[in-house]
């Protein structure tokens, strides 16, 4: 199994969605709001991070929102070229990445996926407003 990177971001080969070396991802974001790139982690960035991501697709397709929804291990945060404007998690994370964090977790056990939903939501509104979350 060969793993590609976009944007200096890995592109596990389990996610479908991720444009790959030579594809460009198309682009229906309305004027004026910038494509963001949304990391998708867990332990090992394959399974656990494919089911959330797709949730995290079906809801930003629902808002209209595209995003690069990518697939990231804890690992791959740590690296200096690792680049993302928001990490959804499976795991816990230390704060001090600098990049804002929400709890996969809702998601992943179908207990209240709507926290996440807002979570996500309420960043993504802080983003583009461009205050800080």
Do not use: K, W
């Not at 790139?37 to 394959?46: E, P």
């Not at 291990?73 to 964090?101: E, K, R, Y």
């Amino acid at each position: 199994m060969t793993e590609s990177t976009v944007a200096g971001m890995p592109i596990h080969p389990a996610d479908p969605h991720a444009p790959g070396p030579s594809t460009v991802a198309p682009s229906s974001t309305a004027p004026g709001v910038r494509m963001l790139t949304i990391a998708i982690v867990c332990g090992a960035g394959i399974a656990t991070s494919a089911l959330v991501a797709d949730q995290v697709r079906d809801h930003l397709t629902s808002l209209g929102r595209e995003a690069h929804v990518v697939q990231a291990t804890v690992m791959d945060l740590l690296s200096p070229d690792f680049q993302a404007d928001l990490v959804v998690s499976t795991v816990g994370l230390p704060p001090a990445l600098g990049i804002p964090q929400i709890s996969g977790m809702p998601l992943l056990l179908g207990t209240n996926p709507q926290v996440t939903y807002d979570d996500l939501d309420r960043v993504l509104a802080q983003i583009d407003g461009g205050t800080t979350a």
